[in-house]
């Protein structure tokens, strides 16, 4: 079982230490990117109100029920993830690219039939498809020089005085097995010291860490809605998400020590890769109380993942000055759990100018202390560090859409709060979009691009009086979305 740290010191991403079924697997599974259809990501989401798009069976499953006719859209977009880190006066940058499918699907509109025109409902839909939720291809590389502490200082206290048998078989056992951390001969009871007590203490190490990521949170979604006499419209969606999560990362230190060194160095290499599927509820309704304005709601029902797989696998080598070079691995870790992501709730309003175009604007919260990890029994650890550090968020978006013949532009702006409650982190992202459409009866293509950043700080390890100094890590994402639809009959 890995080791349930302060989110003070794990906050967000990786750290030195992979921590697995705690709180950062809920974090990065509960939030989601600005992905969707061209038209969707062009007015940076705020499209509660709108409808008419295949985005709206994801966001606000209401919008469904504004379609006049039926249609089919396919959504490739190119994803520019990139970081760049400051550690102790050292500044690196890093980046990855993927293409991958933003959504596809269809939506189906039946009008009722002559002989109901009593009814209120003028019309029903029904669609399904794949909306892409979330992007994790990203690469991060840090580096600097540590003339405080070292891992393996954390390590000394990760074991304690236990039984080189007990050891993590996943960190400290592979420290243990290579002569980085060993005991003191004669010690009454196990007393570790770390090999740079060998040559009479830590005097620096220059630190690298390499983080890649990969994979996608995707969601299969099957929805209904209607009109009701072109005032009301309905909607609800169920959706059915699955996550892909590989992550590889590289840790290394560099004895600064000279001339009288002992250790030289030493790596330590960890592998994670996540699989698992869920589901959830969405429901949302739009009115138009007046011909110029559109108003929204929509509720997100927590979405409930169910034995998610970790498959986790760590090794460490460590080479000396004497020649001398060791290697261990560790065995392959399989472990199931549950999560249970934060509900969410979306108020959205437009503004329409005729036929001219219109300005939107949703405000979405959420709160993160809602999610939690189970069976709660197992996790109960990881479940308070989410209730005494996560807290609500509140998402801000506005966007605008302006027509001349058949031809749309489009531009938008998002701020995401931050998930942490005040004075652990930032982790605030903000976000400006621009597009294009046109529109025919029968096709309609539309182009994005979105521009999304953040800061958050970035530990590298860290336990008690054993702390780095944070990384101060900037991230920058580029999507670009082409969208192409067919309507139809």
Same mark, same amino acid.
């Given at each position: 079982?890995?080791?349930?740290?302060?989110?003070?010191?794990?906050?967000?991403?990786? &750290?030195?230490?992979?921590?697995?079924?705690?709180? /950062? #697997?809920?974090? !990065?599974?509960?939030?989601?990117?600005?992905?969707?259809?061209?038209?969707?990501?062009?007015?940076?989401?705020?499209?509660?109100?709108?409808?008419?798009?295949?985005?709206?069976?994801?966001?606000?499953?209401?919008?469904?029920?504004?379609?006049?006719? *039926? +249609?089919?859209?396919?959504?490739?977009?190119?994803?520019?993830?990139?970081?760049?880190?400051?550690?102790?006066? @050292?500044?690196?940058?890093?980046? !990855? *690219?993927?293409?991958?499918?933003?959504?596809?699907?269809?939506?189906?509109?039946?009008?009722?039939?002559?002989?109901?025109?009593?009814?209120?409902?003028?019309?029903?839909?029904?669609?399904?498809?794949?909306?892409?939720?979330?992007?994790?291809? $990203?690469?991060?590389?840090?580096?600097?020089? $540590? @003339?405080?502490?070292?891992?393996?200082?954390?390590?000394?206290?990760?074991?304690? $005085?236990?039984?080189?048998?007990?050891?993590?078989?996943?960190?400290?056992?592979?420290?243990? /097995?290579?002569?980085?951390?060993?005991?003191?001969?004669?010690?009454? =009871?196990?007393?570790?010291?770390?090999?740079?007590?060998?040559?009479?203490?830590?005097?620096?190490?220059?630190?690298?860490?390499?983080? @890649?990521?990969?994979?996608?949170?995707?969601?299969?979604?099957?929805?209904?809605?209607?009109?009701?006499?072109?005032?009301?419209?309905?909607?609800? &969606?169920?959706?059915?998400?699955?996550?892909?999560?590989? =992550?590889?990362?590289?840790?290394?230190?560099?004895?600064?020590?000279?001339?009288?060194? +002992?250790?030289? =160095?030493?790596?330590?290499?960890? +592998?994670?890769?996540?699989?698992? $599927?869920?589901?959830?509820?969405?429901?949302?309704?739009?009115?138009?109380?007046?011909?110029?304005?559109?108003?929204?709601?929509?509720?997100? *029902?927590?979405?409930?993942?169910?034995?998610? !797989?970790?498959?986790?696998?760590?090794?460490?080598?460590?080479?000396?000055?004497?020649?001398?070079?060791?290697?261990?691995?560790?065995?392959?870790?399989?472990?199931?759990?549950?999560?249970?992501?934060?509900?969410?709730?979306?108020?959205?309003?437009?503004?329409?100018?005729?036929?001219?175009?219109?300005?939107?604007?949703?405000?979405?919260?959420?709160?993160?202390?809602?999610?939690?990890?189970?069976?709660?029994?197992?996790? *109960?650890?990881?479940?308070?560090?989410?209730?005494?550090?996560?807290?609500?968020?509140? &998402?801000?978006?506005?966007?605008?859409?302006?027509?001349?013949?058949?031809?749309?532009? !489009?531009?938008?702006?998002?701020?995401?709060?931050?998930?942490?409650?005040?004075?652990?982190?930032?982790?605030?992202?903000?976000?400006?979009?621009?597009?294009?459409?046109?529109?025919? #009866?029968?096709?309609?293509?539309?182009?994005?691009?979105?521009?999304?950043?953040?800061?958050? #700080?970035?530990?590298?390890?860290?336990? =008690?009086?054993?702390?780095?100094?944070?990384?101060?890590?900037?991230?920058?994402?580029?999507?670009?979305?082409?969208?192409?639809?067919?309507?139809?009959?």
């Amino acid at each position: 079982m890995k080791k349930i740290v302060s989110l003070l010191l794990i906050l967000y991403l990786l &750290t030195g230490m992979v921590v697995a079924q705690n709180e /950062e #697997d809920v974090l !990065r599974y509960s939030n989601t990117h600005l992905l969707g259809t061209a038209r969707y990501m062009g007015l940076s989401g705020a499209y509660g109100a709108i409808g008419a798009d295949f985005s709206s069976l994801s966001s606000n499953p209401a919008g469904i029920g504004l379609y006049r006719r *039926s +249609d089919f859209s396919i959504t490739p977009v190119m994803h520019f993830g990139s970081t760049t880190s400051s550690y102790n006066g @050292e500044m690196h940058d890093d980046s !990855r *690219s993927s293409f991958a499918l933003g959504n596809a699907g269809f939506v189906l509109n039946f009008e009722t039939k002559k002989n109901l025109s009593q009814s209120p409902v003028k019309s029903v839909q029904f669609g399904t498809g794949i909306n892409r939720l979330k992007d994790f291809n $990203n690469r991060i590389y840090i580096q600097g020089v $540590n @003339e405080t502490n070292s891992l393996l200082d954390a390590y000394l206290v990760y074991a304690g $005085n236990m039984n080189p048998e007990f050891l993590n078989s996943f960190d400290t056992r592979l420290a243990f /097995e290579t002569y980085l951390i060993d005991t003191i001969i004669g010690a009454p =009871q196990p007393t570790y010291v770390n090999a740079y007590s060998y040559i009479g203490g830590f005097n620096g190490a220059l630190q690298r860490k390499s983080v @890649e990521t990969r994979g996608s949170i995707n969601e299969w979604v099957l929805s209904g809605g209607m009109n009701l006499n072109d005032k009301l419209y309905f909607g609800i &969606t169920f959706g059915f998400p699955w996550i892909r999560y590989f =992550q590889e990362s590289v840790y290394s230190e560099v004895n600064q020590t000279a001339p009288l060194k +002992d250790l030289d =160095q030493f790596n330590y290499v960890e +592998d994670l890769e996540t699989f698992g $599927n869920g589901f959830n509820i969405k429901t949302g309704i739009i009115a138009r109380p007046i011909g110029w304005l559109r108003v929204g709601f929509a509720y997100h *029902s927590p979405t409930w993942y169910s034995d998610l !797989r970790d498959n986790w696998r760590t090794s460490m080598n460590a080479y000396y000055t004497n020649g001398d070079y060791f290697s261990e691995d560790s065995p392959v870790g399989e472990f199931y759990y549950d999560i249970e992501t934060p509900w969410k709730i979306m108020a959205s309003a437009t503004i329409m100018f005729g036929n001219m175009g219109f300005i939107s604007a949703d405000y979405e919260y959420t709160d993160f202390s809602n999610s939690s990890l189970k069976p709660s029994f197992d996790y *109960s650890a990881a479940n308070d560090v989410i209730r005494n550090n996560f807290g609500p968020s509140n &998402t801000f978006r506005i966007g605008t859409e302006w027509r001349s013949g058949p031809y749309q532009f !489009r531009g938008g702006y998002a701020n995401q709060g931050s998930p942490f409650k005040s004075g652990v982190n930032d982790g605030q992202t903000q976000s400006f979009s621009a597009g294009l459409g046109f529109r025919s #009866d029968i096709y309609f293509i539309d182009a994005a691009l979105v521009y999304s950043f953040g800061n958050m #700080d970035y530990y590298l390890y860290g336990v =008690q009086n054993v702390r780095p100094n944070p990384v101060d890590n900037k991230y920058e994402v580029l999507n670009f979305a082409l969208t192409v639809g067919y309507r139809f009959d």
